[in-house]
């Protein structure tokens, strides 16, 4: 159920992204995401069902999408200009690219372990989702740049690279928490996902600091949406499993 | 008198001061620390094994013995040493320089929100010196297994006693994942400590994620068998799992991450603020 649930929702996405180019279909292109992000909720609720009171494992591709979504059709609300078809159509396309790796290098067999039943590791997955959204749109913002006056879209650069930055750096905090409840340290050094996720922060921390300089626009948005790539490398990679193909849809 | 002051060794100090204050610095250390962490994410997968006893014999003997002899899988942990190092300086500087601009005789209305960022610095500075003492000053005892209802063990330094018996346990409920079905949640173990007399001090409930705290020492549940409440566990024994540490440098990185969030609230209210303010312009 949860198999067919995932591969539904990245086929609207996958919809919502083709029909999104043209613009008469842009309204029936976000019905769809809409729709698509309804069913990726839904997919979500059940992991959660089954793993509850434990924190279902290694969801960082296959969680991202519906809030990705979420935050793209509210950041790109208006219909009014071209950047904002474009931003949604690659909210789109991103969305759909993490579900098809999803799919295509699964790892959701893997079953949650006990330490995980806290309130601080859910806070630390859920926190984890939003901030790579978060950092995701704010990426999508800055390769707009690219094409369209920079003013207006500075500031939203910004502003999407601070909502990612504070959840990141939430879910680096719970994580902290939990790990000094559960093993008694602040980091635990023989797991490579967390050293991933620093990286992650300190390269969003000196971003950040650059934004905060005001100089240099153009690495600063070159940086921003190099940001994809990293947040792919280092903290969907970790999440994906070995090519299953052909892949198992339902 | 300041002319009594040597000149050049004034320039120099101002200078290191506001060469550490530097946002460009800033910048620079947090590449650096990524990319650093980045290439950590491969060789930690090669050499697990290496950076587990990090937590147990402390930083220093970590650092002189594992991390020395597979240099080529550790260097990226020295490298990190260093950039945090650095980062520490930098924080401290570069919130201090500003936070006297806010807070001195120009204070502007609004100053309180604007002091958000700052905290997070100065935060992350006492976040890094917990961990510091975390790792170098934390005390590891060897891991313990008790067995409930069974004989007791002896706490160093002549603390007392601690034995465990079992309460009522937390069950995973229904087939919601098969595998689990009849799982312990919480196998429901008490610790009772005594004293080396033998009186009774105390009994606290011990849990994943739930550590008990004892004379300075905290209990961590690590392990418990058996796992299922169908099984009768290794060789029909039911064994606890406990590891003890005394961390003193504990509530220095918790009060760290507290004045962080304090911090991340402040920002995010600036900002709320100041967008707030574009929206009514525009």
């Given at each position: 159920?949860?198999?067919?649930?995932?591969?539904?929702?990245?086929?609207?996405?996958?919809?919502?992204?083709?029909?999104?180019?043209?613009?008469?279909?842009?309204?029936?292109?976000r019905?769809?995401?809409g729709?698509?992000?309804?069913?990726?909720?839904?997919?979500?609720?059940?992991?959660?069902?089954?793993?509850?009171?434990?924190?279902?494992?290694?969801?960082?591709?296959?969680?991202?999408?519906?809030?990705?979504?979420?935050?793209?059709?509210?950041?790109?609300?208006?219909?009014?200009t071209?950047?904002?078809?474009?931003?949604?159509?690659l909210?789109?396309?991103?969305?759909?690219?993490?579900?098809?790796?999803s799919?295509?290098?699964?790892?959701?067999?893997?079953?949650?372990?006990?330490?995980?039943?806290?309130?601080?590791?859910?806070a630390?997955?859920?926190?984890?989702?939003?901030?790579?959204?978060?950092?995701?749109?704010?990426?999508?913002?800055?390769?707009?740049?690219?094409?369209?006056?920079?003013?207006?879209?500075?500031?939203?650069?910004?502003?999407?690279?601070?909502?990612?930055?504070?959840?990141?750096?939430?879910?680096?905090?719970?994580?902290?928490?939990?790990?000094?409840?559960?093993?008694?340290?602040?980091?635990?050094?023989?797991?490579?996902?967390?050293?991933?996720?620093?990286?992650?922060?300190?390269?969003?921390?000196?971003?950040?600091?650059?934004?905060?300089?005001?100089?240099?626009?153009?690495?600063?948005?070159?940086?921003?949406?190099?940001?994809?790539?990293?947040?792919?490398?280092?903290?969907v990679?970790?999440?994906?499993?070995?090519?299953?193909?052909?892949?198992?849809?339902? | 008198?300041?002319?009594?002051?040597?000149?050049?060794?004034?320039?120099?100090?101002?200078?290191?001061?506001?060469?550490?204050?530097?946002?460009?610095?800033?910048?620079?250390?947090?590449?650096?620390?990524?990319?650093?962490?980045?290439?950590?994410?491969?060789?930690?997968?090669?050499?697990?094994?290496?950076?587990?006893?990090?937590?147990?014999?402390?930083?220093?003997?970590?650092?002189?013995?594992y991390?020395?002899?597979?240099?080529?899988?550790?260097?990226?942990f020295?490298?990190?040493?260093?950039?945090?190092?650095?980062?520490?300086?930098?924080?401290?500087?570069?919130?201090?320089?500003?936070?006297?601009?806010?807070?001195?005789?120009?204070?502007?209305k609004?100053?309180l929100?604007?002091?958000?960022?700052?905290?997070?610095?100065?935060?992350?500075?006492?976040?890094?010196l917990?961990?510091?003492?975390?790792?170098?000053?934390?005390?590891?005892?060897?891991?313990?297994?008790l067995?409930?209802?069974?004989?007791?063990?002896?706490?160093?330094?002549?603390?007392?006693?601690?034995s465990?018996?079992?309460?009522?346990?937390?069950?995973?409920?229904?087939?919601?994942?098969?595998?689990?079905?009849?799982?312990?949640?919480?196998?429901?173990?008490?610790?009772?400590f005594?004293?080396?007399s033998?009186?009774?001090?105390?009994?606290?409930?011990?849990?994943?994620?739930?550590?008990?705290?004892?004379?300075?020492?905290?209990?961590?549940?690590a392990?418990?068998?058996?796992?299922?409440?169908?099984?009768?566990?290794?060789?029909?024994?039911?064994?606890?799992?406990?590891?003890?540490?005394?961390?003193?440098?504990?509530?220095?990185?918790?009060?760290?991450?507290?004045?962080?969030?304090?911090?991340?609230?402040?920002?995010?209210?600036?900002?709320?603020?100041?967008?707030?303010k574009?929206?009514?312009?525009?």
């Amino acid at each position: 159920m949860e198999k067919v649930l995932q591969s539904s929702s990245t086929g609207l996405y996958l919809l919502a992204f083709i029909l999104a180019w043209p613009r008469k279909f842009l309204k029936l292109a976000r019905g769809l995401a809409g729709l698509g992000t309804l069913v990726g909720l839904g997919y979500l609720f059940l992991r959660y069902y089954r793993a509850w009171p434990m924190t279902p494992m290694f969801m960082g591709s296959v969680a991202v999408p519906p809030f990705l979504a979420i935050f793209g059709l509210w950041a790109f609300r208006s219909n009014a200009t071209e950047n904002q078809r474009l931003g949604l159509t690659l909210v789109f396309g991103l969305a759909a690219t993490l579900g098809l790796l999803s799919s295509f290098f699964p790892k959701d067999f893997y079953l949650p372990f006990l330490k995980t039943a806290s309130l601080f590791s859910q806070a630390h997955l859920a926190f984890n989702f939003l901030g790579k959204a978060g950092l995701f749109l704010a990426g999508i913002w800055a390769f707009l740049s690219f094409r369209a006056s920079l003013k207006p879209i500075s500031s939203q650069i910004h502003l999407w690279l601070a909502i990612g930055y504070v959840f990141w750096t939430l879910s680096m905090l719970t994580g902290e928490v939990w790990s000094y409840l559960g093993w008694g340290l602040p980091v635990v050094w023989d797991e490579p996902v967390i050293v991933c996720f620093m990286a992650t922060w300190f390269y969003y921390t000196a971003l950040l600091h650059l934004f905060v300089t005001n100089r240099r626009p153009k690495t600063r948005r070159v940086l921003t949406v190099a940001g994809i790539v990293w947040l792919i490398l280092f903290n969907v990679h970790p999440d994906l499993g070995p090519l299953r193909w052909p892949p198992t849809l339902w | 008198m300041a002319t009594s002051r040597p000149n050049w060794l004034w320039r120099l100090i101002r200078s290191i001061w506001l060469f550490f204050g530097s946002l460009d610095l800033a910048v620079y250390i947090c590449l650096f620390l990524a990319v650093d962490t980045a290439l950590a994410y491969p060789l930690i997968q090669k050499s697990l094994t290496t950076f587990i006893p990090l937590g147990e014999v402390g930083l220093w003997t970590w650092l002189t013995s594992y991390g020395r002899l597979t240099f080529s899988h550790t260097f990226w942990f020295y490298g990190l040493l260093v950039g945090v190092t650095f980062l520490g300086v930098n924080s401290f500087v570069c919130s201090t320089i500003r936070v006297w601009a806010i807070l001195g005789p120009r204070r502007k209305k609004g100053w309180l929100l604007k002091l958000g960022p700052h905290f997070t610095h100065y935060a992350v500075v006492v976040m890094l010196l917990g961990y510091l003492g975390s790792y170098t000053l934390a005390e590891a005892l060897p891991g313990r297994a008790l067995v409930p209802d069974g004989p007791p063990f002896k706490l160093p330094k002549n603390l007392g006693f601690v034995s465990a018996r079992l309460e009522k346990p937390k069950i995973y409920a229904g087939q919601r994942l098969e595998f689990f079905d009849q799982w312990y949640l919480d196998p429901g173990i008490v610790l009772s400590f005594k004293k080396p007399s033998g009186d009774q001090t105390f009994e606290a409930r011990i849990a994943y994620n739930q550590p008990v705290r004892y004379a300075g020492y905290n209990f961590y549940l690590a392990d418990f068998y058996p796992k299922n409440a169908t099984s009768a566990g290794m060789g029909g024994y039911k064994t606890i799992k406990l590891t003890i540490r005394r961390d003193p440098a504990a509530n220095i990185y918790i009060a760290g991450i507290i004045i962080f969030a304090v911090g991340v609230a402040l920002y995010l209210a600036d900002l709320a603020q100041t967008f707030r303010k574009r929206g009514q312009k525009a």
